[in-house]
C-alpha cells in the first residue's frame, strides 16, 4: 500500500464521525485507536450518511476483527479489505466497502519524514543515496501511531522507535519534546548513543519528495523557506527566479536540492544513443549532443532499407508512468479520465526533416500537435514552419501533402487545423490534424501566470478525449488515437515541463486530491525515456507552481460546491482575480489567473470536480 495516511492517532470517536460526516463520502473511512481497549484499534467508515465503528483486535501476534482473516500488520489488514469488496459484512449480510480513505495531515511538514516508509525501503534509499550521518523519519508500521528515526551510520542504518503518548514524542526515555521537529534538533545537537557504544550522529535529512497532492502548499512554503525566502516571495516567471522580500534568497536548498538531486541521478541513465550519433543522422539533429535514447526512440517504418539512417528521427516515445509499457496511444475511462497515456517528444523541425515529422504523425496515428516554442527566439531559429498558412496545400518530399483548413487564436495559443495524407498506397486516407502552438512562454524564463499552461493542457486534453472516443465508435480500420506529440526546440526542456504537469494531473484526477505524488520521481521516470526532460530549476519550480494552482483552483470549487449546498443554490462560476491578480498564502504570493475564468476553463473545473469525487 502506498500510504497509510487513513490512520489517525489522536481522535475519539465522535471526531471521526465529524470528519467522515464533513470531508468524506459514503465508503470513505478511517483508523484509529480503540477508545475503550487500549492496544487495539477502530474502522470507521461512511455509510449511507452514517457513521459505522468497526473492532479491530491487536493480540500482539496478529490483527483481525475478531474473527475471520488474520494479518501481521494494519495496513495488510485494510488493504485485504480494500480490495476484497465483498469480504467486509454486517451481520445481517450487508456488505461494507472501503472505498475512499479520509487521510491524515502528517505530523510535521518537514521534508526529512518519508511517511508510510517501509525499513527496507529506508535502507535501501540511504544506502544508495544517502551519506555518513543522513537521517529520515518515518511511520512505524508495527506500532501504528508511533515513528521510527532512521540513521546512515557508515555502511549500515540503524533505526530508533520513537513513541508518540499524550501528544508528547520520545525515544523510549529522556526528554519529551511537544513535536518531532524539536525532537530532531535536540538530538541533532546531542548525538544518541546505541547500547553498543557507537554514536548515532544526525548530520543531514534525507529528504522526501513523495507528498500527498493536497499537502503541496505546505510543501511549496517549505521548498521556498529553505531557499532562503523567509520574508515573503513573489514568482518572477519572466527570469525563473524566486524575489524574496528582505532580499534575494541565497540558500541552496529547497527546490535547489531537489532539483540538483535530480541531475546527479541523471548521471545513472547511461542509456545508449548509437543512433543518433551514426554520421548519416547527424544531420538529422538540431543540436549534437540532444540524442534520443535508443531504447525508446520512434523508428519509421515503411522507409526504404537500402538508404542508412532512413528509419531515424530525434523523437522518443513518453510513457505515463501508470501505464503498461505497451500503449502508445490513449484509453478513455468510463469516467472521461484517462490511462495509459503515451506521448511523444521530439525536437523542433529542421528543413531537412519536415517529410521524416509528417511520416511520424502518419505512421503514430497521432492528431494532437503540441508546439510550445516560437519559430524565431532571440533572433534564433527554434523550429523551421513544416505547416502551410490557412487555405493552401503543401507537398513535403514529393510523400505527404498538408492543408491548412482553419487557424483560430486565443490570448495564449493559435489552434490549426490540418488535413494530411501521403501519396503512396497505404497512406492515402486523409486524417484531420490539429496543431496547438502555444505562444505565451517567454523568451527567457517561464510563464508568470500557471493558469494560461492549465488552460492550454486542457483544451488539448479535451480535443485528444474527443478524437480517441470517435475513432473508438466510427467502426473505422484504425479505431485507437495515437500520442500527443509535444516538441519545443530542443524537445526537452518546455516539452519535458508540459508532459510531467499534464501527467501529474492526470495523476491527480484519477486517484483524487489525497492521493500521493513525487514531482522529482516523475520527472525522473520521464528522463529515463528522453534525456534532460525538464531542463532548469525554473521549470522544476513551475511544476510545482502549476500543480500547486490546479489544486487550489479545484479545492475552492469544491468549497463553494460544498456552501450552495447548504445555501441552497448553485455556484456557476468563480472569479479567482484579485487586486493584486495573487493568492496570498501566508507571507508567500502565488500568481493566480489574471483574467476572469474562460467558459473552457470553467469546463475544466467542472470536470476536475467530476473526477475528483467519487464514482
Not at 475511462?333 to 502518419?362: E, R
Not at 475552492?556 to 493584486?580: D, F, P, V
Request: with cysteine; glycine share 8%.
Amino acid at each position: 500500500m502506498a500510504s497509510r495516511r487513513w490512520f489517525h492517532p489522536n481522535i475519539s470517536g465522535l471526531e471521526a464521525e465529524r470528519l467522515l460526516m464533513e470531508r468524506g463520502y459514503d465508503s470513505s473511512f478511517l483508523a484509529r485507536p480503540s477508545s475503550s481497549n487500549p492496544g487495539d484499534f477502530t474502522l470507521s467508515v461512511r455509510r449511507n450518511g452514517e457513521v459505522t465503528h468497526i473492532k479491530i483486535q491487536n493480540t500482539g501476534d496478529f490483527y483481525d476483527l475478531y474473527g475471520g482473516e488474520k494479518f501481521a500488520t494494519l495496513s495488510e489488514l485494510v488493504q485485504f479489505y480494500m480490495e476484497n469488496g465483498g469480504q467486509l459484512r454486517e451481520k445481517n449480510g450487508e456488505i461494507i466497502e472501503l472505498k475512499y480513505p479520509l487521510n491524515c495531515a502528517d505530523p510535521t511538514t518537514e521534508r526529512w519524514f518519508h511517511g508510510h516508509l517501509s525499513a527496507k525501503e529506508a535502507e535501501r534509499l540511504m544506502l544508495e543515496r544517502g551519506k555518513n550521518g543522513s537521517f529520515l523519519v518515518r511511520e512505524s508500521q508495527s506500532k501504528p501511531g508511533d515513528f521510527v528515526l532512521s540513521v546512515r551510520t557508515d555502511d549500515r542504518v540503524t533505526h530508533v522507535i520513537i513513541r508518540s503518548q499524550d501528544n508528547k514524542y520520545d525515544v523510549g526515555g529522556g526528554d519529551k519534546f511537544d513535536s518531532l521537529s524539536d525532537l530532531i534538533e535536540h538530538y541533532k545537537r546531542n548525538p544518541m548513543v546505541e547500547t553498543s557504544g557507537s554514536v548515532v550522529h544526525l548530520r543531514q535529512p534525507f529528504n522526501a519528495t513523495r507528498i500527498n497532492a493536497s499537502g503541496i502548499e505546505s510543501r511549496v512554503r517549505q521548498l521556498h523557506k529553505e531557499n532562503g525566502c523567509s520574508n515573503g516571495w513573489l514568482w518572477n516567471g519572466a527570469t525563473g527566479s524566486n524575489e524574496c522580500g528582505a532580499g534575494r534568497g541565497k540558500g541552496k536548498a529547497g527546490f535547489w536540492e531537489e532539483f540538483e538531486s535530480l541531475q546527479q541521478l541523471e548521471c545513472r541513465h547511461l542509456f545508449s544513443r548509437k543512433e543518433g550519433l551514426r554520421p548519416e543522422n547527424r544531420a538529422k539533429n538540431r543540436y549534437k549532443n540532444i540524442l534520443p535514447f535508443d531504447h525508446t526512440r520512434v523508428r519509421l517504418k515503411d522507409v526504404d532499407p537500402n538508404i542508412p539512417g532512413s528509419d531515424y528521427i530525434n523523437a522518443n516515445y513518453i510513457k505515463n508512468e501508470e501505464g503498461d509499457g505497451q500503449s502508445t496511444g490513449i484509453n478513455t475511462s468510463s469516467d472521461g479520465g484517462s490511462f495509459n497515456k503515451c506521448y511523444i517528444a521530439t525536437q523542433g523541425c529542421l528543413p531537412n526533416t519536415i517529410q521524416d515529422f509528417w511520416h511520424m504523425v502518419y505512421q503514430e496515428n497521432t492528431r494532437v500537435i503540441v508546439m510550445t516554442t516560437k519559430e524565431m527566439e532571440r533572433g534564433k531559429n527554434k523550429c523551421a514552419r513544416y505547416w502551410p498558412e490557412e487555405g493552401e496545400v503543401t507537398e513535403y518530399g514529393g510523400e505527404w501533402k498538408v492543408r491548412a483548413l482553419s487557424r483560430t487564436s486565443t490570448a495564449d495559443y493559435t489552434l490549426r487545423e490540418f488535413l494530411l495524407h501521403g501519396n503512396r498506397l497505404g497512406f492515402a486516407d486523409s486524417r484531420r490534424i490539429y496543431h496547438y502552438h502555444f505562444q505565451a512562454w517567454p523568451d527567457h524564463g517561464v510563464p508568470s501566470d500557471p493558469g494560461c499552461v492549465l488552460n492550454f493542457l486542457h483544451d488539448v486534453n479535451a480535443r485528444q478525449e474527443s478524437i480517441a472516443a470517435s475513432l473508438a465508435s466510427s467502426g473505422q480500420v484504425v479505431t485507437s488515437i495515437g500520442p500527443i506529440l509535444v516538441h519545443c526546440s530542443a524537445g526537452i526542456g518546455r516539452t519535458g515541463t508540459f508532459i510531467v504537469i499534464d501527467m501529474i494531473l492526470d495523476q491527480i484526477k484519477r486517484h483524487g486530491l489525497d492521493c500521493e505524488i513525487d514531482i522529482q520521481r516523475t520527472i525522473q521516470r520521464v528522463r529515463s525515456q528522453r534525456s534532460g526532460m525538464v531542463q532548469t530549476e525554473a521549470q522544476y519550480k513551475f511544476v510545482y507552481l502549476a500543480v500547486l494552482h490546479y489544486i487550489e483552483t479545484v479545492s475552492q470549487r469544491m468549497q463553494a460546491e460544498q456552501k450552495s449546498l447548504h445555501l441552497g443554490r448553485e455556484y456557476t462560476n468563480i472569479r479567482y482575480k484579485s487586486e493584486t491578480n495573487t493568492t496570498t498564502m501566508g507571507e508567500i504570493s502565488i500568481p493566480t489567473c489574471t483574467t476572469t475564468l474562460s467558459t473552457s476553463a470553467h469546463f475544466t473545473l467542472s470536470n476536475s470536480i467530476n473526477n475528483l469525487r467519487p464514482k
